[in-house]
C-alpha cells in the first residue's frame, strides 16, 4: 500500500463529494470557491512527522524488583519497557517528587504518569468508608 496513493484517492473522493452539491449562481463567487477548491484550501497536505528513537530504559518489572516501584505495578503493566526519560519521571515520582514529561507522540508520558499514581494508590490505598480493597492482578 502507498499512503500517498491512499491519500490522493481520499482527497479526490472527498472533493468529488464537496463538489457534487455546491451551485453557486453568482458567478465570482462561483469562480472564488472554484479557485479556493483547486488550490486545496479544504484539504492540505498531510503533515509527516518522524519520532525520534528514544533510549531504551529499564522494565517495569526491573523496577519493582528493585522497590521503586510496589510490586503490583508488574502485574498492571506487565510487559512494559521503559525508555530512559519515563525510568528517570517515574523514579522521581516514586519519591514523592513532582515531574513534567515533555517529549513527542508517543513517547509514553501517559503511561509515566499512569505508573506513578497506580504506584501511590498500591502504597497508600484509600482508607475512605465504603471504598474496596485495591487489588490489581492479571
Known sequence: MNIFSVHA?????????????ISIQDESIRETVEKELEAGK???????????????GESVETLCNAAILHPAVANIFHGF?????QVAAIRKGSQGEGFIVTSG???????TYLATIFNDLLLHPPR???C???SFTR
Open 81 to 85: 519497557s521503559l525508555y530512559e526519560h
Open 128 to 130: 475512605s468508608q465504603g
Open 132 to 134: 474496596g480493597q485495591l
Open 105 to 111: 507522540t508517543g513517547s509514553g508520558k501517559s503511561l
Open 9 to 21: 484517492d481520499v482527497v479526490k473522493d472527498y472533493k468529488s463529494y464537496i463538489t457534487g452539491f
Open 42 to 56: 479544504l484539504w492540505p497536505d498531510p503533515l509527516l512527522q518522524f519520532n525520534p528513537a528514544f533510549r531504551a
